[in-house]
Structures are given as C-alpha cells and as structure tokens.
C-alpha cells in the first residue's frame, strides 16, 4: 500500500466519520423537536380543558339562575 492510498483512506475514514457525527447530530435535534411539539401538544389539551371546566361552570350558573327565575314564577313572585 502506498502513500498515496494511505491519505486516501485516511481522507474517507473521515469524511465517513463525520457524515455519522451529522447524521446523529440531526437525529438528536429531530428528537428534540418531536418532544417540543409533543409538549405543546400537551399544553394546548390542558389549556382546553380548563376552558372546558370554566364554561361547564358559566353554563351551570346560568342553569341554576334560570331554577331560580322559574321558581320565583312557580311561587308567584315577580322579578
């Protein structure tokens, strides 16, 4: 093997080994944007059930002061 064959392998054993560095480098940040998007995913569920449990709140309100309008009628009583 000469020298020239030595610098040739040389030089694709180390382009090999950084196209690997890349390749689990870009892996890495994949995965880290996957979980990114995962957590909003999250955040966005949470924060539509608690608006859910505030209109679910507002809705029985409205519930409860219609009872109370309709008894108010049912006893005679004017508002």
Do not use: C, F, Y
Request: glycine content about 6%; proline content about 1%; overall charge neutral.
């Amino acid at each position: 093997m000469g020298p020239e064959m030595t610098t040739t392998l040389i030089l694709a054993a180390t382009a090999l080994t950084i196209a690997a560095m890349l390749t689990v480098a870009a892996s890495r940040a994949w995965q880290g944007w996957l979980e990114l998007k995962r957590l909003e995913l999250a955040h966005r569920r949470t924060a539509n059930e608690a608006e859910g449990d505030v209109g679910t709140r507002i809705e029985l309100a409205a519930v409860r002061e219609r009872l109370k309008k309709l008894e108010a009628i049912a006893s005679g009583v004017e508002l």
